[in-house]
């Protein structure tokens, strides 16, 4: 038997934390492409090791999901934060490849999700948003990166209320899970 609501706080961590990144690329939207590539680094990273604990942390069907998720995300930090002079193009892209992989496996694992909590959406919701944007950003390469700035901190802050919703979900919930 696992508890799900133990494993509450690392979504709430991953939430808060975009939310914070989102703000940021929102207060400074002509930030410069070191900076963006820095905040954009240290955000996936968070986000990828919190994932990944998760993922070890409970055995459930979503669990491969999540680990995927953190090393989609650990491997887009490190890209980002290993070679800081790349464009504003190649950055766009790895955010755009990043977007789309994770939200695809968020997806799958809020999919899984709602065969043990009733009703659960948020994380379905995040991976979509998480997509949608990636498609965006490849489709538009040539917004610009202050138009990236923008698009990814409202992204960020709307994917970081949803992560926070599930994580209060998954907090609230207090049943005990049959794992295989």
Not at 22 to 36: D, R
Request: proline fraction near 3%; hydrophobic fraction near 65%.
């Amino acid at each position: 038997m696992v508890d799900v609501s133990r494993s509450w706080w690392p979504l709430l961590l991953r939430g808060l934390a975009a939310v914070v990144f989102g703000f940021l690329a929102l207060l400074w939207p002509g930030i410069t492409v070191l900076a963006l590539v820095a905040f954009f680094g240290a955000y996936a990273l968070v986000s990828g090791i919190f994932a990944l604990f998760a993922g070890f942390r409970h055995a459930t069907r979503s669990r491969a999901w999540l680990i995927v998720t953190g090393v989609i995300g650990i491997l887009a930090g490190i890209v980002a934060l290993v070679w800081p002079g790349i464009t504003s193009l190649a950055l766009l892209y790895v955010v755009a490849v990043w977007a789309v992989f994770s939200g695809v496996a968020e997806i799958a694992a809020g999919i899984h999700l709602r065969k043990v909590i009733d009703n659960e959406w948020a994380f379905i919701v995040a991976g979509a948003l998480s997509v949608l944007v990636g498609v965006l950003l490849i489709i538009r390469p040539g917004a610009g990166l202050v138009s990236l700035a923008w698009l990814v901190g409202v992204f960020a802050i709307l994917y970081g209320i949803a992560m926070i919703a599930v994580a209060f979900r998954v907090k609230n919930f207090s049943s005990r899970v049959d794992v295989p």
